[in-house]
């Protein structure tokens, strides 16, 4: 079994390439193999913006992260810098900035490219959407 | 070996070409999301023959074009998955 | 000594393929290649394409509400990154020649590209 990394740079919703890394990190863990972690950057970020709301007969990829993340405990990480940049921010970060709202929570995380790069060393596969 | 991959319409973005131009010709590719739409043109039928090309089937179901490309390997999720084990690296352009 | 055996480094090559300031690639391309760079991976750079419009001098990137990152192209030799590849092609079709670059870089054919893009373990396109 093999150990993968996920880079996912396309928007929920505003990109396809967003839904085809989720699809594709399923079947990788489906198959058995691991996902070191789901890594989001450039607009990638917008994945984790719990405010999406697309109506009730429509995929919520949002959602869909969150349960790859119940089932198989993947870590879903954000770069901060490009999250912060795109308006989604967790607690911490509206707290820092002096804002009064935030869009981001648990299971997903706030982290560094940093993570991107240690996850990239630690897998046997980077594959980007 | 890499396996490129390309999510985007030739006609929108020159991913394609870009890869076309600098991938080794050993090399595979994979047509993903609206990158599936350039195999409708001869332009890039043309310019793909003789390489290895592999389209994500869901993407191309979904756009009602299976009859069009039953000449190429459809694969699903899981195979995609093998393909990105068995080749070296994959590269998303 | 002890060697941490879990790390291991690898050849890491980011390729900007699209013009800069009209969207955020090409500086968050370099955002990841200099944090690889810190992190000791063998960073190389590869512009094609539009990508090679990165590298022109004298830019003022604030003139249209963008962050300056041009500048920092300056800093890859403090972070250790040695190989940066421009595609003599794709600056011959903008009519450009390694003076007019920001950077010293080292001029190269589409096959040398495709012969780096082989060696490396892993690309990141942006």
């Not at chain 1, 982290?111 to 980077?126: F, M, P, S, Y």
């Not at chain 3, 419009?53 to 040695?82: M, R, S, W």
Request: with cysteine.
């Amino acid at each position: 079994m093999s150990k993968f990394i996920i880079q996912v740079n396309g928007a929920a919703y505003a990109s396809s390439a967003s839904y085809n890394a989720y699809r594709f990190a399923k079947a990788a863990l489906e198959s058995g193999h691991e996902i070191e972690r789901v890594f989001f950057y450039q607009d990638g970020v917008l994945n984790t913006n719990t405010l999406n709301s697309p109506a009730s007969d429509e995929f919520n990829l949002t959602d869909a992260w969150v349960s790859l993340n119940q089932q198989y405990e993947v870590q879903l990480v954000n770069c901060v810098s490009a999250a912060l940049r795109r308006g989604v921010l967790s607690q911490n970060e509206a707290k820092e900035n002096r804002l009064s709202h935030w869009n981001m929570e648990k299971p997903f995380e706030m982290g560094g490219l940093g993570e991107l790069v240690t996850g990239i060393e630690a897998a046997d596969r980077v594959v980007s959407f | 070996m890499n396996l490129h991959h390309i999510q985007t319409s030739a006609k929108q973005d020159n991913a394609l070409a870009c890869c076309i131009k600098y991938m080794d010709k050993q090399d595979s590719v994979l047509l993903s999301g609206n990158g599936v739409n350039s195999l409708l043109l001869s332009q890039w039928r043309e310019r793909l023959a003789d390489i290895r090309v592999m389209l994500l089937k869901d993407d191309v179901e979904a756009r009602g074009l299976s009859k069009r490309f039953k000449d190429y390997p459809l694969i699903d999720y899981d195979t995609f998955v093998k393909e990105s084990l068995t080749h070296d690296k994959v590269i998303t352009w | 000594m002890i060697v941490d055996e879990q790390i291991k480094m690898k050849k890491v090559a980011i390729l900007f393929r699209r013009a800069p300031h009209g969207s955020p690639h090409g500086r968050e391309a370099l955002d990841l290649a200099l944090l690889s760079a810190s992190f000791e991976q063998e960073v190389s750079l590869i512009f094609v394409d539009d990508g090679v419009l990165n590298l022109v001098k004298d830019q003022q990137p604030e003139l249209i509400g963008a962050k300056d990152y041009i500048a920092t192209f300056g800093a890859l030799p403090l972070y250790d990154v040695e190989t940066v590849l421009v595609c003599e092609e794709s600056l011959l079709e903008y009519g450009l020649d390694l003076t007019d670059l920001t950077i010293e870089a080292d001029m190269v054919s589409p096959s040398l590209i495709t012969e780096q893009l082989s060696k490396v373990d892993e690309v990141l396109v942006f």
